[in-house]
Structures are given as structure tokens and as C-alpha cells.
């Protein structure tokens, strides 16, 4: 982010529009993780810190993913 100069709420975007095409997941794993990405999408616009709410999001996406 810092070396393309990318945009928090850009890469929850990104990340959302890609989400589509992971065959891997259910629809129901892809519908929590419509959900977690939009609060920390709120939260960016609001101003909440960056870092920390993109690094929540990432721990959030791990558990998720290694259950």
C-alpha cells in the first residue's frame, strides 16, 4: 500500500470484487466475509486507523480460512 500508494478502502474493494471468483469457498463463507469487509470498509471512511483495521481484517480472513 505504502509503495503503490493504494488506499485502505481501495484494497477492501479490490479484495471484495475478487472474492467472487474464489471457487474454493462456499457461499455462505463469502457472505460473512461480504460482511467483515464492509464494517472495516465503514470504519476506514469514518477514520479509523488504517493499518489497524486492515490487519483485523486479515486476521479475521485466517481464522476463517484455516477452520
Not at 9 to 34: I, P, S
Amino acid at each position: 500500500m505504502d509503495k503503490y500508494g493504494l488506499a485502505g478502502t481501495d484494497f477492501v474493494n479490490q479484495l471484495h470484487r475478487e472474492l467472487y471468483t474464489a471457487d474454493f469457498l462456499t457461499e455462505d463463507a463469502k457472505l460473512d466475509m461480504t460482511e467483515w469487509m464492509a464494517e472495516v470498509d465503514y470504519r476506514l471512511v469514518e477514520g479509523g486507523g488504517e493499518q489497524i483495521q486492515l490487519d483485523a481484517l486479515t486476521a479475521r480472513l485466517v481464522i476463517h480460512l484455516r477452520t
